[in-house]
């Protein structure tokens, strides 16, 4: 079983910064696929970022690119995503996820583990 514990959220003005890190237990994250989701009030769970378990060529969604990193730190075991130049509709509760699937894993029903979420409010 693994568990994922998301911090880092808060409040913050726009074209500020947040780094948001998820700690896993019951398996190191260098044996899991993992990524980052987004949701806003009333949208659908949506697509951020994921990084693979050799941590080669991670991704992010289109309307993150450029300002939002995903990244591991194993002597941790955890992953971070760090955002920057953050948006008010950057808004939303995120969920950090895992599957013991190799790859880079862009869907949310591909996920088995899930943390319980950490909200980032961006004011305008």
């Known amino acids: 079983q693994v568990k994922l514990v998301e911090s880092g959220g808060g409040l913050v003005q726009t074209g500020g910064s947040l780094r948001l890190s998820c700690a896993a237990s019951g398996r190191t994250v260098s044996t899991l696929s993992m990524g980052w989701f987004r949701q806003a009030p009333g949208k659908e769970r949506e697509f951020v970022a994921a990084i693979s378990q050799s941590g080669g060529s991670p991704v992010v969604t289109d309307s993150v690119k450029g300002r939002f990193t995903i990244s591991r730190d194993n002597a941790k075991n955890t992953i971070n995503l760090q955002m920057n130049a953050l948006k008010p509709e950057d808004t939303a509760v995120y969920f950090c996820?895992?599957?013991?699937?190799?790859?880079?894993?862009?869907?949310?029903?591909?996920?088995?583990?899930w943390g319980q979420g950490t909200q980032v409010t961006v004011s305008s």
């Open positions: 996820a895992a599957d013991r699937t190799p790859g880079i894993l862009r869907n949310k029903g591909a996920y088995d583990y």
